[in-house]
């Protein structure tokens, strides 16, 4: 680790089985608390590469709990979180909309850390029980379409840098990291980033990790479509072979879209908003699952499940096509269907 240190303090870059054996050396409590703190620090200082990112990915999947999923393809809906905007569980109430649409979603998720309501709140306020069971996982990724991953259910290198991220007051590597440990390691996601260079650094992580993905950032900082201005997508779909062994064309663009292209008017920031309590949030979530909230909040809903939508169909929609099958999932029922199902397996 002093070598380490030296190399990190001289700028230089570590590779990802150095920054995979730094976290399994974490969690076996063999690196004094006072050098991770260091390491944390200069990372910072730094800048965080994608192999470093990378590895401790691989430290933290290899110490976990896997969740087997028994699907070939079905999607995350996640934000880094951290644009302090207090919004209502955007990600979370989509993933529901995808669901209903016929598709299956694997959300990996945590308790709020600068919001009212993260989507492990909203989802345990409905009297939700998190598991690691196998069996109840796959149940209620076949009959509901969706399943929920409790993050600290399954991450458990995190529970050994928690102190330190707390006395640290600043944000690390660890935050980076919450949107691309899923335990099911989906194949697809849709990635929601309150900053380009965020953008930018997810664009590459995925292409090395080789799955379909969209990543999402309004311009004014919200880490999610929020409709209250311009907002960029990046899409990068791999190719896919056939029977014959003849790869398919890879998908991508990478865009700045208007609310309007998408035939949505401007939201408001308080239209957002998440509210004082878990409570607020939550009757938020089930107005839009119940089609009865604000013009707003449903239209925000459907632009990012459209988005999912459009990665999970490998980019042969339209937009335009994906957001009708995501506003048929809510005024149709299906969304709030799958949440009935959902919680009926799972309570």
Known sequence: MKEILNRVLNHEELSREEMC????????????????TALLTALQMRGVTVDELLGFRDGILATGVPALLDAERYIDVVGTGGDRKNTFNISTTSCFVIAGAGYKVAKHGNYAATSVSGASNVIQHHGIRFTDDLNRLNRSLHEAGIVYLHAQLFARAMKFVGPIRKALQFPTIFNLLGPIVNPSQPKCQLLGVATLDQ?????QVYQRLGIDYGIVNSIDGYDEISLTSDFKVTVGISPQSDDTGSATPAFGYERIFRPADLGFDIAKPEELVGGATEDEAAAIFDAVLEN?????????VL????FGIQVLERGTKSIEECIGIA????????ALAAFRKFAEINS
């Open 21 to 36: 054996d730094i976290l399994v050396g974490i969690t076996q409590n063999e690196i004094p608390n006072e050098q991770v």
């Open 199 to 203: 953008m930018r650094l997810y664009n």
């Open 292 to 300: 009865r909230a604000l013009p707003a909040q449903k239209n925000i």
């Open 303 to 306: 632009a990012n499940a459209a």
């Open 327 to 334: 506003r048929e999932s809510i005024d149709s029922g299906r």
